[in-house]
């Protein structure tokens, strides 16, 4: 219930101002008496009248008899003393103290107060009134009885042409309204006529929206201000960001400037914690992560570009599709990518390449769910191909607890706000899954089937006992669970901790396992290399050698011949009268002692390039 209602007027909207003066006073209008109708009355005399400037109240008067009120002191002394003893003489109360505890009726009072006292203290000491003997008061047994759900409200999209719920969001005071972004996400194909609207529902009427907001574009993305429950903020689906206020209307309140917003649908938007409670970010999957201050929408105050290789290049940016921002790490906040890629980002780092400190991967399809467990923010949950995932910040290589592969595509998933080691989860089959760590890790501990259209999103309440699930066809379904699975159990904090550092250092072991093999295997390969380029070394060496002799010789054999060619055109024709058998025979020794003399100093100088190739290798 609303106490304080503020109303908010411009000083141009006052009118007038009013400026006041003192002047004399002026006769307006003299109505002069009428005889003829002084006719008609019976004069009175005397007349005695009262007049008051104010209406008259009341006809009866009270008056009640006034008590006069005065001060004075009260001197207390020490009591006790009989008539004859003045207390403030020192040796007259010894004197009669001495005198009293000779007396026999004193020392036996003495004794019978004494032993009560004694009991009294021993009581005092045996139990502690203010001793807190219950300090989970809270906690509660585990009861027997076995999780269950049931569907209390239905809220339909009021429209003809059906929208998909893209985006819940509960009401930050008293949890007792919802707010749902419908919009259609298949690009271009969006139906002719489709409305815009998106819709603020009451749960006490599911009948009608109490609501409506209008954005220029359809809605993706819808969020209540934690700190004032009457500001939303929305992303649409053309890039830009959009503010209301529940108490001025339907209208955008605040508006985004085109140029300086996104270039392709908000898929999420969270708010910051600061001072003003005005600050949020914005994410979309055209690579960027802004930051906004919604009293100043025309352009973001900071960009940020999730960009992995740390370059701050737009072209090399991967697509966000979900934020996650914890108020205990004010310096940090996380972005759900495309790719499947978890990035952990430092707000108040200044150069690109600190503002993106880690990545986590380990999805094979777009992220659609990041949320930090709300009791461990170092545990945080991923939803998104055809499993959920459980990560530690200790432990970057992989999740550290995973859901087995389903059937069907996972779209959404969230803690409880009550239970640290219950998480709830959506399928495209319309099932809803909640997840009990303490119950059994390896399938849920209830599936629920909500509706026959796939579930897009969904929203716990911080009480923990409703979930809101939004479908395909804009049903957006209010559940309850069972008290089993949304009040704390007894050391159910100990236990899930235990089980998250148990689990990260299982991962831990495994991952240094693996390193350790990989630097194995690394090594095996390298040394298989070098041996193969040694044998390879051997070979191609040879072979080189056996070309460079084979060259060799045909260069020398060719200069013979052409030497043994001039020398047989300069001889004179009269010096050959020899017959021909004994000049051939003669030319042919000639031939092959040269080519012997030749091929010995080849094989010399053959060898001693042999031996200096060996000597460089």
Not at 275 to 280: N, P, V, W
Request: aromatic letters at 8%.
């Amino acid at each position: 219930m609303e106490i304080v209602y503020v109303y908010v007027k411009k000083r141009s909207e006052f009118g007038k101002q009013c400026n006041f003066s003192d002047r004399q006073a002026e006769l307006s209008i003299d109505i002069a008496p009428n005889p003829e109708l002084a006719a008609l009355y019976v004069e009175r005399n005397p007349v005695d009248t009262g007049i008051q400037c104010s209406a008259s109240m009341s006809e009866h008067e009270a008056n009640t008899e006034r008590f006069e009120m005065e001060n004075c002191g009260v001197n207390h002394v020490e009591g006790g003393w009989p008539k004859d003893v003045n207390p403030l003489e020192l040796e007259q109360t010894i004197r009669f103290r001495k005198k009293v505890e000779k007396d026999e009726n004193y020392i036996s009072t003495i004794v019978q107060l004494g032993s009560i006292m004694e009991h009294c203290i021993k009581q005092n000491n045996a139990i502690d009134i203010y001793e807190e003997y219950f300090n989970d008061e809270d906690d509660v047994e585990v009861t027997e009885e076995a999780p269950s759900a049931k569907t209390i409200n239905v809220f339909r999209d009021p429209q003809e042409i059906k929208r998909t719920a893209t985006h819940l969001s509960w009401h930050p005071d008293g949890n007792k309204k919802l707010a749902v972004a419908y919009s259609c996400l298949n690009f271009q194909r969006a139906p002719m006529g489709m409305s815009h609207d998106s819709y603020i529902w009451d749960l006490e009427n599911p009948n009608q929206p109490e609501l409506a907001l209008k954005p220029p574009s359809p809605l993706v993305t819808l969020e209540y201000n934690p700190k004032d429950s009457h500001v939303l903020l929305g992303g649409c689906y053309n890039g830009q960001i959009a503010c209301w206020d529940t108490r001025k209307g339907s209208l955008v309140a605040e508006l985004s400037t085109i140029e300086f917003s996104h270039q392709d649908p908000v898929y999420g938007t969270i708010w910051l914690q600061s001072k003003t409670g005005t600050e949020c970010f914005s994410a979309s999957t055209d690579g960027q992560v802004m930051w906004w201050d919604i009293r100043k929408l025309s352009e973001p105050t900071e960009v940020v570009i999730m960009d992995i290789s740390r370059k701050g290049q737009l072209e090399n940016a991967l697509g966000a599709i979900s934020l996650e921002f914890e108020s205990t790490l004010p310096t940090k906040f996380m972005v759900g990518t495309e790719q499947g890629i978890v990035i952990s980002c430092n707000r108040k780092a200044k150069t690109p390449a600190e503002k993106i400190v880690c990545t986590f991967s380990g999805h094979h399809g777009p992220i659609y769910a990041l949320q930090r467990n709300p009791f461990y923010p170092k545990n945080f949950l991923t939803v998104g191909d055809w499993t959920a995932r459980i990560w530690s910040e200790d432990s970057r290589e992989s999740s550290i607890m995973w859901t087995r592969y389903h059937m069907a595509y996972l779209t959404d998933g969230a803690w409880s706000p009550v239970r640290p080691a219950v998480f709830f989860t959506t399928k495209m089959d319309g099932t809803l899954d909640i997840w009990d760590l303490v119950f059994k890790q390896c399938d849920p501990a209830l599936s629920l089937k909500v509706c026959d259209d796939a579930l897009f999103c969904l929203r716990v309440q911080d009480t923990g006992c409703l979930i809101a699930c939004g479908s395909q066809l804009g049903t957006t379904t209010l559940l309850e669970v069972s008290s089993s699975l949304s009040t704390l159990q007894r050391n159910e904090k100990n236990i899930a901790s235990s089980i998250f550092e148990r689990e990260t250092r299982r991962e831990k072991i495994l991952e240094a396992r693996h390193r350790e093999m990989r630097l194995k295997e690394k090594g095996k390969v390298e040394g298989e290399d070098d041996g193969q380029k040694e044998e390879e070394g051997a070979l191609d060496l040879n072979e080189l050698v056996a070309k460079a002799e084979e060259e060799f010789f045909e260069i020398v054999f060719s200069e013979l011949r052409r030497k043994d060619a001039e020398a047989m055109k300069k001889k004179p024709k009269s010096k050959r009268k020899k017959s021909t058998e004994t000049e051939a025979r003669e030319e042919l020794n000639e031939l092959d002692e040269v080519n012997a003399r030749e091929e010995e100093e080849a094989d010399e100088e053959a060898d001693e390039e042999r031996d200096e190739e060996e000597a460089s290798a």
